[in-house]
């Protein structure tokens, strides 16, 4: 059974223009695999991974046929039940963790926090647990990091603080998106290598959304390609050189190559036909 279904979602904004559309029918499932998003910059990956969880901030709007948990439709919920999906089975990991991290709890009170809130157990446990997932994306005086404030932590710390906060609770899915851009290239792959942990061992799902299309073949099972609001090609991450839509080919055609030497990269031509085509089931 797939952890997710999602069945024509649309995530709309009423502008003083008239309405704008953000995702545009857009139908794709989650098994126990590693999931990418691909696009440009406003092609609609964050808005399909915060509708997901249905945090899309007035006046936008989410429709969707069916956003199914393990079969039950997160569109019905209350937004009391809303609250215990988030965290403990989907979680999410933003671009910026300056947004989700509270500047005036310290960071070890609020992972202490994620954990008490999904768990029962004591402040020891939930302390032990805090402290183990510092270690585990590899921050190296995790004592002295609980104490500290959000504000007194690098940009590059606070994105893995976020990443431990989101898999304390143990989620059934995470939802990252964009969560290694801060960081730098080693402490990258340490961040991808707990993920994919936590896929192969635990069954989680992930939906890793990116620009990043080199990453997204590298680290990820399959790749849904996104443009304007749409999916517009599907592929396994290991067949991507064989993708058959302009759009994805021309992702590929722009991206630098170390083996090769190179004047200049290609500029991506777009076809306005590309936005009108119906999204690709993923
Ligand atoms: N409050 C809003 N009102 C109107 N349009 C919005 C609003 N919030 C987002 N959008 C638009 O929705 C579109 C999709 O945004 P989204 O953040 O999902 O893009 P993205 O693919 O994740 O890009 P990025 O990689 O830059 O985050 C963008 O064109 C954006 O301008």
């Given at each position: 059974?797939?952890?997710l279904?999602?069945?024509?979602?649309?995530?709309?904004?009423p502008t003083?223009?008239?309405v704008?559309?953000?995702?545009?029918?857009?139908?794709?499932s989650?098994g126990?695999?590693?999931?990418?998003?691909?696009?440009e910059?406003?092609?609609?990956?964050?808005?399909?991974?915060?509708?997901?969880?249905?945090?899309?901030?007035?006046?936008g709007?989410?429709?969707?046929?069916?956003?199914?948990?393990?079969?039950r439709?997160?569109?019905?919920?209350?937004?009391?039940?809303?609250r215990?999906?988030?965290?403990?089975?989907?979680?999410?990991?933003m671009?910026d963790?300056k947004?989700?991290?509270?500047?005036?709890?310290?960071?070890?009170?609020?992972?202490?926090?994620?954990y008490?809130?999904?768990?029962?157990?004591?402040?020891?446990?939930?302390?032990?647990?805090?402290?183990?997932?510092?270690?585990n994306?590899?921050?190296?005086?995790?004592?002295?990091?609980?104490?500290?404030?959000?504000?007194?932590?690098?940009?590059?710390?606070?994105q893995?603080?976020?990443?431990?906060?989101?898999?304390?609770?143990?989620?059934?899915?995470?939802?990252a998106?964009?969560?290694?851009?801060?960081?730098?290239?080693?402490?990258?792959?340490?961040?991808?290598?707990i993920?994919?942990?936590?896929?192969?061992?635990r069954?989680?799902?992930?939906?890793?959304?990116?620009?990043?299309?080199?990453?997204?073949?590298?680290f990820?099972?399959?790749?849904?390609?996104?443009?304007?609001?749409?999916?517009?090609?599907?592929?396994?991450?290991?067949?991507?050189h064989?993708?058959?839509?302009?759009?994805?080919?021309?992702?590929?055609?722009?991206?630098?190559?170390?083996?090769?030497?190179?004047?200049h990269?290609?500029?991506?031509?777009?076809?306005?036909a590309?936005?009108?085509?119906?999204?690709?089931?993923?």
């Open positions: 059974m797939n952890l279904d999602i069945e024509d979602l649309w995530v709309r904004f003083r223009q008239g704008f559309d953000a995702v545009r029918g857009v139908s794709f989650l126990r695999e590693r999931l990418g998003i691909v696009g910059s406003g092609s609609g990956k964050s808005m399909t991974g915060r509708a997901i969880l249905r945090l899309i901030r007035k006046p709007i989410v429709e969707a046929n069916h956003i199914g948990l393990e079969g439709d997160l569109l019905q919920l209350t937004e009391r039940e809303m215990s999906v988030r965290g403990k089975q989907i979680s999410m990991v671009q963790p947004f989700s991290l509270n500047p005036v709890v310290t960071v070890g009170e609020q992972l202490m926090e994620a008490l809130q999904h768990n029962s157990g004591s402040k020891s446990r939930a302390k032990k647990m805090a402290i183990e997932m510092l270690e994306v590899s921050i190296r005086n995790p004592e002295r990091v609980m104490r500290a404030y959000p504000h007194e932590v690098s940009g590059g710390m606070g893995r603080i976020m990443i431990a906060m989101m898999l304390i609770p143990n989620p059934k899915i995470l939802i998106d964009e969560p290694t851009s801060a960081l730098d290239v080693s402490v990258q792959r340490q961040v991808l290598n993920m994919d942990g936590l896929v192969k061992e069954g989680m799902g992930l939906i890793f959304i990116s620009h990043d299309l080199n990453l997204v073949s590298e990820c099972d399959r790749v849904l390609i996104m443009y304007a609001g749409r999916i517009v090609e599907v592929c396994e991450a290991d067949k991507l064989q993708a058959q839509h302009p759009y994805t080919q021309g992702l590929l055609n722009s991206l630098p190559r170390l083996d090769e030497k190179c004047a990269l290609s500029v991506l031509t777009r076809d306005p590309w936005s009108d085509a119906p999204s690709v089931r993923g």
